[in-house]
Nanobody
Framework: VQLVESGGGLMQAGGSLKLSCAAS????????MGWYRQAPGKQRELVAV????????HYADSVKGRFTISRDNAKNTMSLQMNSLKPEDTAVYYC???????????WGQGTLVTVSS
């Protein structure tokens, strides 16, 4: 399984951005997927995760009510709609997927989101 993110960029505080993650390879084996982020000088942290069916989601408290995670299994894509962006949302955002019977993990290359005040 391979993951490629897109959609990052520069946005003013209060604005919106939508990140996308396209999966390829053995996509039939993908289970849960998620978005993580890493700000400069900080550890990578969970942003949001979504179950294999898309019926269950979980968000970090810092983004709850502002970000929405979704996936389209027919198109092998996952998205993160980010609204009411804050400067503290500035980070490299990574797409993550768990796949296979032994729950292997794969990461995308990351996409930079910069929010100016």
């Amino acid at each position: 399984v391979q993951l490629v993110e897109s959609g990052g960029g520069l946005m003013q505080a209060g604005g919106s951005l939508k990140l996308s993650c396209a999966a390829s390879g053995s996509t039939f084996s993908i289970n849960a997927m998620g978005w993580y982020r890493q700000a400069p000088g900080k550890q990578r942290e969970l942003v949001a995760v979504i179950s294999s069916s898309g019926g269950s989601t979980h968000y970090a408290d810092s983004v709850k009510g502002r970000f929405t995670i979704s996936r389209d299994n027919a198109k092998n894509t996952m998205s993160l709609q980010m609204n009411s962006l804050k400067p503290e949302d500035t980070a490299v955002y990574y797409c993550n997927a768990v796949y296979g019977y032994n729950y292997l993990e794969v990461w995308g290359q990351g996409t930079l989101v910069t929010v100016s005040s």
